[in-house]
Protein backbone atom coordinates (compact mmCIF):
# COMPACT_ATOMS: atom_id res chain seq x y z
CA UNK A 1 0.00 0.00 0.00
CA UNK A 2 0.88 3.62 -0.52
CA UNK A 3 2.41 5.91 2.47
CA UNK A 4 3.53 9.39 2.69
CA UNK A 5 5.63 10.55 4.92
CA UNK A 6 6.25 14.39 6.21
CA UNK A 7 8.53 15.59 8.69
CA UNK A 8 8.96 17.50 10.95
CA UNK A 9 4.93 17.61 12.57
CA UNK A 10 5.74 21.05 14.37
CA UNK A 11 8.65 23.49 13.64
CA UNK A 12 9.06 26.59 15.39
CA UNK A 13 11.62 28.43 13.50
CA UNK A 14 13.46 32.33 14.20
CA UNK A 15 12.66 34.96 11.46
CA UNK A 16 15.54 34.74 8.83
CA UNK A 17 16.49 31.35 9.44
CA UNK A 18 16.37 28.77 6.51
CA UNK A 19 13.53 26.23 6.54
CA UNK A 20 13.69 22.44 4.98
CA UNK A 21 10.91 20.36 5.28
CA UNK A 22 10.72 16.89 3.24
CA UNK A 23 7.95 14.41 1.91
CA UNK A 24 9.00 11.01 0.67
CA UNK A 25 6.03 8.68 -0.65
CA UNK A 26 6.63 4.74 -0.77
CA UNK A 27 4.32 2.22 -2.61
CA UNK A 28 3.89 4.52 -5.83
CA UNK A 29 5.90 5.48 -8.92
CA UNK A 30 5.70 8.74 -10.34
CA UNK A 31 3.32 10.74 -8.36
CA UNK A 32 2.05 13.91 -9.02
CA UNK A 33 3.88 15.70 -5.34
CA UNK A 34 2.12 19.13 -4.28
CA UNK A 35 2.90 21.49 -1.18
CA UNK A 36 0.42 23.40 -0.07
CA UNK A 37 -0.29 25.78 2.41
CA UNK A 38 -3.08 26.55 5.04
CA UNK A 39 -3.29 29.48 7.41
CA UNK A 40 -5.40 28.65 10.33
CA UNK A 41 -8.77 28.76 9.53
CA UNK A 42 -8.23 29.11 5.70
CA UNK A 43 -8.43 27.14 2.79
CA UNK A 44 -5.96 25.15 1.07
CA UNK A 45 -3.60 27.24 -0.63
CA UNK A 46 -1.36 25.21 -3.41
CA UNK A 47 2.22 26.35 -3.50
CA UNK A 48 4.50 24.03 -5.70
CA UNK A 49 3.34 20.93 -8.16
CA UNK A 50 5.92 18.21 -9.48
CA UNK A 51 4.93 15.85 -12.23
CA UNK A 52 8.15 14.47 -12.18
CA UNK A 53 11.55 14.31 -11.29
CA UNK A 54 13.28 18.11 -11.37
CA UNK A 55 9.65 18.84 -12.77
CA UNK A 56 8.51 21.78 -10.24
CA UNK A 57 5.70 24.16 -11.10
CA UNK A 58 5.53 27.75 -8.38
CA UNK A 59 1.78 28.73 -8.38
CA UNK A 60 2.35 31.88 -5.52
CA UNK A 61 5.88 34.02 -5.91
CA UNK A 62 7.64 33.83 -2.56
CA UNK A 63 10.36 32.81 -0.74
CA UNK A 64 9.83 29.52 -0.92
CA UNK A 65 11.59 27.04 -3.44
CA UNK A 66 11.04 23.02 -4.25
CA UNK A 67 13.02 20.55 -5.41
CA UNK A 68 12.18 16.98 -6.15
CA UNK A 69 15.77 15.00 -6.76
CA UNK A 70 14.13 11.97 -6.39
CA UNK A 71 10.79 10.43 -8.19
CA UNK A 72 9.31 10.19 -4.74
CA UNK A 73 10.96 12.62 -2.47
CA UNK A 74 9.57 16.30 -2.78
CA UNK A 75 11.49 19.35 -0.79
CA UNK A 76 9.97 22.32 0.52
CA UNK A 77 12.61 24.93 1.73
CA UNK A 78 13.47 28.67 1.95
CA UNK A 79 16.75 30.82 2.48
CA UNK A 80 15.11 33.15 5.38
CA UNK A 81 11.44 32.93 6.75
CA UNK A 82 9.01 35.60 7.20
CA UNK A 83 6.67 35.85 9.32
CA UNK A 84 4.33 35.61 7.16
CA UNK A 85 5.74 31.99 6.39
CA UNK A 86 3.56 30.70 9.21
CA UNK A 87 0.88 28.20 8.79
CA UNK A 88 0.02 24.39 8.28
CA UNK A 89 2.37 22.92 5.36
CA UNK A 90 1.07 19.94 3.64
CA UNK A 91 2.77 17.60 1.27
CA UNK A 92 0.36 15.71 -1.15
CA UNK A 93 0.86 12.76 -3.91
CA UNK A 94 -1.62 12.00 -6.33
CA UNK A 95 -1.50 9.49 -9.02
CA UNK A 96 -4.15 8.71 -12.00
CA UNK A 97 -6.76 5.99 -10.66
CA UNK A 98 -9.28 4.47 -13.51
CA UNK A 99 -9.08 7.94 -15.05
CA UNK A 100 -9.14 10.53 -11.86
CA UNK A 101 -7.02 11.54 -9.39
CA UNK A 102 -7.43 11.67 -6.10
CA UNK A 103 -4.84 13.29 -3.35
CA UNK A 104 -3.23 11.54 -0.46
CA UNK A 105 -1.66 13.61 2.19
CA UNK A 106 0.91 13.79 4.53
CA UNK A 107 0.59 14.72 8.54
CA UNK A 108 0.99 18.22 7.78
CA UNK A 109 4.22 20.40 9.50
CA UNK A 110 2.99 22.95 11.53
CA UNK A 111 5.37 26.01 11.50
CA UNK A 112 5.46 29.27 13.62
CA UNK A 113 8.02 31.69 12.69
CA UNK A 114 8.46 34.24 15.72
CA UNK B 1 -8.72 28.52 -15.56
CA UNK B 2 -10.85 26.38 -13.65
CA UNK B 3 -12.67 27.90 -10.47
CA UNK B 4 -14.29 26.40 -7.87
CA UNK B 5 -16.16 28.15 -5.53
CA UNK B 6 -17.57 26.89 -2.31
CA UNK B 7 -20.61 27.90 0.41
CA UNK B 8 -21.11 28.71 2.69
CA UNK B 9 -17.96 29.24 4.63
CA UNK B 10 -19.23 28.53 8.03
CA UNK B 11 -22.76 26.11 8.65
CA UNK B 12 -23.85 25.45 12.02
CA UNK B 13 -26.39 22.74 12.37
CA UNK B 14 -28.50 21.11 14.90
CA UNK B 15 -27.27 17.23 15.65
CA UNK B 16 -29.81 15.08 13.94
CA UNK B 17 -30.46 17.85 11.11
CA UNK B 18 -29.25 17.68 7.56
CA UNK B 19 -26.06 19.75 6.19
CA UNK B 20 -25.73 20.53 2.50
CA UNK B 21 -22.56 22.04 1.29
CA UNK B 22 -22.64 23.65 -2.11
CA UNK B 23 -19.42 23.97 -5.10
CA UNK B 24 -19.67 25.63 -8.48
CA UNK B 25 -16.82 25.17 -11.32
CA UNK B 26 -16.38 27.24 -14.06
CA UNK B 27 -14.64 24.50 -16.36
CA UNK B 28 -17.36 22.65 -18.09
CA UNK B 29 -14.27 20.05 -19.19
CA UNK B 30 -13.85 19.10 -15.45
CA UNK B 31 -15.21 15.72 -15.05
CA UNK B 32 -14.26 14.37 -11.32
CA UNK B 33 -15.41 16.03 -8.16
CA UNK B 34 -13.98 14.94 -4.92
CA UNK B 35 -15.24 16.12 -1.43
CA UNK B 36 -12.56 15.96 1.79
CA UNK B 37 -13.17 16.34 5.46
CA UNK B 38 -10.35 17.96 6.95
CA UNK B 39 -10.65 17.84 11.13
CA UNK B 40 -9.19 20.29 13.36
CA UNK B 41 -5.02 19.64 13.21
CA UNK B 42 -5.18 16.70 10.86
CA UNK B 43 -4.63 15.91 7.56
CA UNK B 44 -7.88 16.25 4.52
CA UNK B 45 -9.14 12.77 3.64
CA UNK B 46 -11.19 12.08 0.45
CA UNK B 47 -14.95 10.91 2.20
CA UNK B 48 -16.77 10.50 -1.08
CA UNK B 49 -16.20 11.74 -4.71
CA UNK B 50 -18.22 11.63 -8.00
CA UNK B 51 -17.80 11.28 -11.48
CA UNK B 52 -19.21 13.74 -14.37
CA UNK B 53 -20.96 10.27 -15.56
CA UNK B 54 -22.98 10.31 -12.57
CA UNK B 55 -25.44 12.13 -11.12
CA UNK B 56 -25.42 11.06 -7.61
CA UNK B 57 -23.57 8.52 -5.57
CA UNK B 58 -24.59 8.09 -2.02
CA UNK B 59 -22.19 6.27 1.05
CA UNK B 60 -24.20 5.66 4.48
CA UNK B 61 -25.07 9.34 5.73
CA UNK B 62 -23.34 11.03 3.05
CA UNK B 63 -24.54 12.19 -0.36
CA UNK B 64 -23.19 14.03 -3.63
CA UNK B 65 -24.85 15.28 -6.41
CA UNK B 66 -24.12 16.63 -9.71
CA UNK B 67 -25.50 18.90 -11.67
CA UNK B 68 -23.08 19.43 -14.97
CA UNK B 69 -25.62 21.69 -16.78
CA UNK B 70 -25.50 24.26 -14.12
CA UNK B 71 -22.20 23.30 -13.47
CA UNK B 72 -22.52 22.74 -9.71
CA UNK B 73 -22.33 19.76 -7.01
CA UNK B 74 -22.85 19.69 -3.39
CA UNK B 75 -22.26 17.29 -0.55
CA UNK B 76 -25.47 16.36 1.50
CA UNK B 77 -24.72 14.83 5.20
CA UNK B 78 -28.18 13.29 6.89
CA UNK B 79 -28.83 12.62 10.66
CA UNK B 80 -25.40 14.68 11.57
CA UNK B 81 -23.53 13.50 14.56
CA UNK B 82 -20.82 15.52 16.31
CA UNK B 83 -18.23 13.85 14.41
CA UNK B 84 -19.17 15.50 11.47
CA UNK B 85 -17.62 18.76 12.61
CA UNK B 86 -15.00 19.81 10.71
CA UNK B 87 -13.91 21.68 7.11
CA UNK B 88 -14.93 20.36 3.96
CA UNK B 89 -13.29 21.15 1.21
CA UNK B 90 -15.09 20.32 -2.48
CA UNK B 91 -12.19 20.12 -5.53
CA UNK B 92 -12.80 19.36 -9.64
CA UNK B 93 -10.16 18.29 -12.35
CA UNK B 94 -10.10 17.50 -15.41
CA UNK B 95 -7.76 15.66 -17.59
CA UNK B 96 -6.16 18.51 -19.91
CA UNK B 97 -4.66 20.00 -17.01
CA UNK B 98 -2.43 16.43 -15.93
CA UNK B 99 -6.09 15.99 -13.12
CA UNK B 100 -4.67 18.94 -11.07
CA UNK B 101 -7.19 19.27 -8.32
CA UNK B 102 -8.57 23.24 -7.95
CA UNK B 103 -9.76 23.26 -4.72
CA UNK B 104 -12.75 25.10 -3.07
CA UNK B 105 -12.55 27.53 0.09
CA UNK B 106 -14.02 24.63 1.81
CA UNK B 107 -16.98 25.59 4.54
CA UNK B 108 -16.61 24.66 8.28
CA UNK B 109 -19.10 22.68 9.52
CA UNK B 110 -20.58 22.76 13.30
CA UNK B 111 -22.50 20.35 14.57
CA UNK B 112 -24.07 21.98 17.64
CA UNK B 113 -25.40 19.34 20.64
Known amino acids: SQTIHQWPATLVQPVGSPLSLECTVEGTSNPNLYWYRQAAGRGLQLLFYSVGIGQISSEVPQNLSASRPQDRQFILSSKKLLLSDSGFYLCAWSTLLKGYTEAFFGQGTRLTVV | GENVEQHPSTLSVQEGDSAVIKCTYS??????FPWYKQELGKRPQLIID???NVGEKKDQRIAVTLNKTAKHFSLHITETQPEDSAVYFC????????????WGAGTKLIIKP
Open chain 2, 91 to 102: AASKKDSNYQLI
Open chain 2, 27 to 32: DSASNY
Open chain 2, 50 to 52: IRS
